[in-house]
């Protein structure tokens, strides 16, 4: 009886010119990787992973959802049960997440990095493919930077806090054998988190430590914040990043932030109104400094975290409990735009949300802020964390176009903890080709190939290439 193929090289491709347009365009195309939660030390020590279970399930709480949701105990998800034992019960859960975009990144990760595509994983599977992939693992292209080179990455840029000391970072760039540019970017969420007094103070005192300032005042804490934008920069990062629910953007003085922040750094706690006023300005403070470094800031807008009381209690928080909110957004957003943009101190930007209700509402929005200085300033980021699946980036694709310039999208993140996570670039590239390519059979657009096929290419890395400032685009 013969086994099924799901992964073909026509995956997803419908039509003859979506498969050309996909074969001769996108596949060949390398890897700018531009937001992921990679660790750089991983990287800088090249490491290696024994079975399946380390490099899939040891991070990922996309899995931990799915195998929750399918009736699996804690034990085989976060907790002490024996990596087999986890792998099997992921193995178990796989045939019930068929449509699910986990069950088709699977088996790509199974059948570009183990060419493993004559069988699906199933409990049937598991031991076979179990031990398949281990002596794979084992082999020395296998190793963390081997998965990069073989994925034909050329940028990674990770996700990093401002006290983080970036020694991996330094330890990588020292490294004249390694190719790949593995760039920090500053993700200073922590530095708004007053609604956390005791947690806010101790990163004050992280912050002070890094500086070797005495942060006694707000002006203190933006000059420190400064001192280690520098560092950053001077390690290569030039992208921001924010994770927020919703942008804040009220109305508050000088002397109201500066006694905020005096409570808080106390250990004092503050109301409701006193954090979205802190909020307010910290996110405008920011704004301005990421365009005084001439960054571009990424903002990732509407999660709702830890929304399960229990599991952070009994498990940890930011282990697969959170959702998509539904917060205001255009006002706050739109005021927090225009307060940059009057003076010329906003920075290119890059928007995601996490509500496909969203993706119209940003595309007209960015269209107010589009000034002419540079191709597409103004971007809406790839279909992020749920919405990062057939359906979410169709419409997503969909949206852009009619409201904005698709030819511009400095296209696909991983966002991911994972070094197989790179055929999530595969997934979003044959999806763009496969809409693009029905719509040329269709006579929706021109069937020009050269038009069309340069377009995915740009999206597919000379975009970034060019937006970010990196490196030369690729031919």
Request: with cysteine.
């Amino acid at each position: 009886m013969s086994r099924p193929v799901f992964i073909t090289e026509e995956f997803l491709l419908e039509t003859e010119e979506a498969r050309l347009l996909y074969h001769e365009y996108a596949a060949q195309m390398p890897i700018l990787d531009f937001h992921c939660h990679l660790p750089p030390a991983d990287v800088a020590s090249d490491r290696r992973w024994h079975n399946l279970a380390q490099v899939w399930l040891a991070d990922d709480h996309y899995k931990w959802r799915a195998m929750r949701s399918n009736g699996v105990p804690e034990r085989y998800c976060t907790g002490a049960a024996s990596e087999w034992e986890k792998f099997e019960k992921w193995a178990m859960t796989m045939p019930f997440l068929v449509r699910n975009p986990l069950y088709d990144w699977t088996h790509l990760e199974l059948a570009r990095y183990f060419d493993i595509s004559d069988r699906l994983l199933s409990r049937e599977t598991a031991l076979e493919i179990w031990d398949e992939t281990s002596r794979k693992l084992a082999l020395p292209e296998f190793s963390c930077r081997g998965l990069m080179k073989r994925s034909r990455v050329t940028h990674i840029c990770t996700t990093d806090d401002p006290v983080d000391s970036l020694e991996h970072h330094k330890r990588i760039a020292a490294d004249t054998s390694f190719e790949i540019r593995i760039l920090p970017t500053w993700r200073p969420d922590k530095a708004l988190a007053v609604e956390n007094a005791p947690d806010f103070k101790v990163w004050v005192d992280r912050l002070e430590a890094a500086t070797d300032l005495d942060v006694s005042d707000f002006e203190s804490f933006l000059a420190a914040l400064r001192k280690r934008q520098a560092i950053f920069h001077q390690a290569g990062c030039r992208l921001a990043d924010h994770g927020m629910e919703t942008v804040c953007a009220v109305d508050y003085t000088a002397r109201e932030i500066d006694s905020i922040f005096l409570k808080v750094r106390a250990g004092g706690a503050v109301g409701d109104d006193e954090v979205l006023k802190f909020k307010s300005a910290m996110f405008y403070e920011l704004g301005k400094m990421n365009h005084e470094k001439g960054w571009t800031q990424q903002l990732h807008i509407g999660a709702m975290r830890n929304n399960s009381t229990r599991a952070a209690l009994t498990v940890t928080p930011n282990t697969g409990c959170d959702a998509i909110g539904d917060s205001e957004l255009a006002r706050p957003l739109a005021r927090f735009l225009d307060r940059l943009d009057k003076t010329d101190q906003l920075a290119r930007t890059v928007l995601y949300n996490i509500n496909p209700r969203d993706n119209v509402l940003l595309t007209a929005l960015m269209g107010c802020f589009q000034d002419g200085s540079v191709p597409g300033k103004m971007q809406l980021g790839s279909a992020w964390w749920f919405l990062d699946q057939k359906d979410g980036m169709e419409r997503q694709i969909d949206d852009l176009s009619r409201n904005g310039l698709l030819s511009r999208f400095v296209g696909m993140v991983t966002d991911s903890r994972s070094f197989l996570s790179f055929t999530r670039h595969e997934y979003f590239r044959r999806i763009l080709c496969n809409m693009l390519g029905n719509d040329m059979a269709t006579g929706r657009i021109p069937r020009d190939f050269g038009l069309i096929g340069g377009m995915i290419r740009d999206i597919s890395y000379n975009n970034a290439a060019a937006y970010f400032g990196f490196d030369t685009p690729a031919k």
